[in-house]
């Protein structure tokens, strides 16, 4: 198997991870764990594997320019906190497929702001596709409806497009850290500022859990959150991205309500109403033209 091939298995598993872990996550959520809990037993196992993985390497002794610490703690909080916190908070609320299609809207945020911080050019493509996009998201959220799984599918919309959009502003910061750092230094220390950001507001939630009422699926669900849709996604992320270029790499996120909507139906009989397949239309197309290499630019 050559490196390219592995580089797209490493995508196609990463986003696989990615889709299942919409469903997985209900399994605890909020039944077991609550939210804010959640995410402090992610950021901190993740953390804490990051560090240790690496340890003694020549990237564990890799020193930060002291200019750079601002935009860390940025990215700790855009890239881990908020993005995290306000993701898990929707799917409390909201359902596996909502969730994954209102993630789709990332890649149409990340184009809109890197216009205004990178000077990037407005094409006509971009403009019908950010129009797109946003038609497509208030579709979904304005007449989405509630499903069997959703709680309040409005709010839960919502916080998945705050955390759609604390992401992007992620990726734009981190865009010139990754391009002086390597990918894992940069990331490792992300997710220990990030920690320190989640853990005021996880604690309690984390010490009301009552871990003697887990069963082998319940800890099994866990695991997969923190291990496979965290640590394996952002280390085969960074694989392949230095194979592949960033734009193949984002294409990939397509995949994610598929394997989230094939999974939620086989999972909790959720429903496929045609305001969810007219909502993706219009996000899918938007996302096409906004990513598109060839552009009539205005």
């Known amino acids: 198997m050559n490196d ?14 990615y889709g299942a872990g919409f469903t997985v996550a209900k399994i605890v959520m909020p039944s077991l764990i609550q939210p804010k809990g959640f995410i402090l037993i992610r ?4 953390t804490l594997m990051f560090w ?17 610490w601002r935009t860390f703690i940025l990215c700790g909080l855009f890239g881990v906190a ?21 993630m789709l809207s990332t890649p149409i945020l990340v184009s ?7 000077g990037d ?13 946003v038609t497509g998201a208030v579709i979904l959220v304005l007449l989405g409806g509630k499903d069997k799984v959703a709680v309040n599918a409005l709010m839960g919309d919502l916080f998945v497009l705050l955390n759609a959009t604390s992401y992007a502003i992620y990726l734009i910061m981190v865009k010139p850290l990754m391009a002086k750092y390597r990918p894992i230094v940069v990331i490792r220390w992300v997710f220990l500022i990030g920690l320190f950001f989640v853990l005021p507001f996880g604690w309690k939630e984390v010490t009301d859990i009552q871990w003697n009422l887990f069963a ?13 849709c965290t640590f394996f996604t952002y280390l085969w992320n960074i694989y392949a991205l230095r194979i592949l270029s960033p734009a193949t790499a984002g294409a990939y996120i397509y995949l994610q309500p598929v394997f989230a909507a094939v999974i939620a139906i086989f999972f909790y009989n959720e429903s496929l109403s045609w305001i969810k397949i007219m909502s993706s239309v219009f996000i899918f197309t938007g996302v096409y033209l906004v990513s598109k290499k060839k552009q009539v630019v205005l």
């Open 82 to 102: 908020t993005n995290q916190l306000f993701f898990f908070m929707g799917l409390n609320l909201t359902s596996p497929i909502h969730a994954s299609l209102m």
């Open 43 to 46: 950021v901190a196992v993740v």
């Open 121 to 133: 050019t407005l094409s006509i493509n971009k403009i019908i596709g950010l129009i797109l996009g």
């Open 112 to 118: 809109l702001f890197a216009i205004y911080a990178f």
């Open 52 to 68: 240790f993985s690496y340890l003694g390497g020549k990237e564990f002794k890799t020193k930060i320019d002291r200019k750079d």
């Open 216 to 228: 082998y699926k319940e800890w099994l669900a866990v695991a997969f959150i923190v291990i496979c």
């Open 4 to 17: 390219r091939l592995k580089a797209h298995m490493a995508l196609l598993g990463a986003n696989l991870f």
